[in-house]
């Protein structure tokens, strides 16, 4: 993976169209901005009940968006990265619908997990509730299936996503068939989506446990073999993302972001420069995200063990969230609306900190010199607001934050200040040789950080008064040291 910052975004959400859009654009007005480009799911259909998550085949692409040829071109121009939706299928898909038809006599019936599956001699009140869940259901759906036969599925996210037994072998062979298309189309890097969740045994919390790791290096394997790199998408602990950083190619640094509005939110470093100091040095960091703003990530663990942040503290982030949002992201959190993570407040993240361009400038410095590569979402490049039209239409929290552009608003867009300031620092960001280099975290005072990466003799600084709050990056290269400033 290319040390310069990623696209990540939804094809038609962005573009209006698809892949050949996507490619004029990168071309063109976004010509030599990106490194790579995240392609969120763009497989049948890509809007399903849960924007593409939810793949009815996840090897065909929507023919609304284009072919396999079309990403082919697209991965001549920069690298991919696809999602490996390794957890759930559609229960629309065929595999799914000969199970139905044909019950348990079905080739696939053991593709697909069912409550007697993982707790064949039935399950105790104690073993439910030990179960780790993202959202406030039960991870089950009673179904009758048109076999006339009456199946618990176990469904993590919601009933029309489907969890796989990730150790059956016909569930294989339909995961090695989406590696060998991805490898087929020029796809360098996979993202392993909801793979905490892939393995599921009785007693335990079924996310996250011994048996996922050895799932997850088995699936590395394969995929390195291919040529393929891995990203693994897991909120949890702190320390547990160091420890699976460890194990795997690429891991997300999802702590980042809050811990940058915090410091922002309280004038306080020491919370962010703690985490710079031992965060993963194999992340893909970002501020926002096609899902919501996480805070699991800056939590205590289920024993009790300190998080980043206190709950105190964390109590204070959401609500200052909702309160710079003028109460939006409240309309999109929580109970307030539905298919949405417990551990997550929907807001984009310009929104989240009231508008303040000043600010989101800041919080995109820190990102980009944070240990890692860099990944900035399509709403976060254009200076988005909260799509409360999208909101009210869907009435799913997270869509606030995935708003669909035409042509017309990319071009009005690219013309803001805003945007064309955070262009600069991408680049600036992409070419400087330090980034190479090792970096260094330092707290002047109670209300300054310094980050500063090293390369031979190439420098640079980012200084940042978070009382002020402004920001410097100063270093080798260009005419005198200052080379940005907010």
């Not at 209006?16 to 976004?30: A, H, I, T, V, W």
């Not at 707290?443 to 003799?457: C, R, S």
């Amino acid at each position: 993976m290319k040390n310069q910052v990623q696209l990540i975004t939804y094809i038609d959400r962005l573009t209006g169209g698809g892949f050949r859009e996507l490619n004029d654009l990168l071309r063109g007005q976004l010509s030599n901005v990106f490194g790579g480009v995240h392609l969120l799911p763009f497989f049948t259909p890509i809007d399903g009940a849960d924007a593409g998550f939810d793949p009815i085949d996840h090897t065909e692409v929507d023919s609304r968006l284009g072919t396999w040829e079309d990403i082919r071109t697209l991965s001549g121009a920069v690298e991919i990265i696809a999602d490996l939706i390794v957890n759930h299928v559609s229960s629309s898909c065929p595999q799914f619908l000969d199970f139905s038809k044909k019950g348990s006599a079905s080739e696939f019936a053991g593709m697909f997990l069912t409550m007697d599956t993982v707790f064949p001699d039935g399950a105790r009140e104690a073993d439910i509730l030990n179960i780790y869940r993202p959202r406030p259901t039960l991870p089950f759906t009673p179904v009758k299936l048109l076999s006339g036969e009456k199946k618990m599925l176990w469904t993590t996210f919601n009933p029309e996503q489907v969890d796989i037994n990730v150790r059956n072998p016909q569930a294989q062979a339909y995961l090695d068939s989406i590696l060998k298309q991805f490898q087929d189309s020029g796809i360098k890097a996979i993202r392993l989506d909801a793979v905490g969740y892939a393995i599921k045994k009785p007693g335990t919390s079924c996310f996250i446990i011994p048996e996922t790791f050895g799932f997850i290096d088995e699936l590395t394997e394969k995929a390195r073999k291919m040529g393929i790199e891995v990203l693994v998408e897991i909120h949890s602990y702190y320390k547990k993302q160091i420890e699976i950083a460890r194990r795997v190619d690429w891991v997300y640094d999802f702590a980042l972001p809050p811990l940058v509005l915090h410091a922002l939110f309280e004038h306080d470093p020491y919370p962010l420069a703690k985490w710079l100091e031992i965060s993963p040095r194999n992340a893909v960091t970002v501020l926002d995200t096609h899902d919501g703003i996480g805070v699991i990530d800056v939590g205590a663990d289920s024993n009790g063990e300190p998080g980043l942040l206190s709950p105190e503290q964390i109590d204070n982030l959401v609500e200052t969230i909702h309160k710079r949002s003028n109460g939006q992201s409240k309309q999109a959190t929580g109970a307030a609306a539905n298919n949405l993570d417990l551990y997550q407040v929907n807001c984009t993240f310009l929104d989240a900190l009231g508008g303040s361009e000043n600010e989101y400038l800041i919080a995109r410095a820190l990102q980009f010199f944070a240990p890692g590569i860099p990944q900035v979402y399509y709403i976060g490049l254009l200076g988005g607001r909260n799509d409360m039209e999208l909101l009210a239409r869907s009435s799913v929290g997270r869509d606030i934050n995935r708003h669909y552009y035409n042509s017309e608003e990319i071009k009005e867009a690219m013309n803001q200040s805003l945007v064309k300031k955070q262009i600069q620092l991408i680049r600036l960001r992409n070419s400087h040789p330090a980034f190479a280099g090792q970096v260094n975290v330092d707290v002047p005072t109670n209300h300054e950080i310094e980050i500063t990466w090293k390369l031979d003799k190439e420098w640079i600084r980012l200084y940042v008064d978070l009382s002020v709050p402004s920001a410097s990056i100063t270093g080798t290269g260009g005419t005198g040291e200052l080379l940005y400033s907010v």
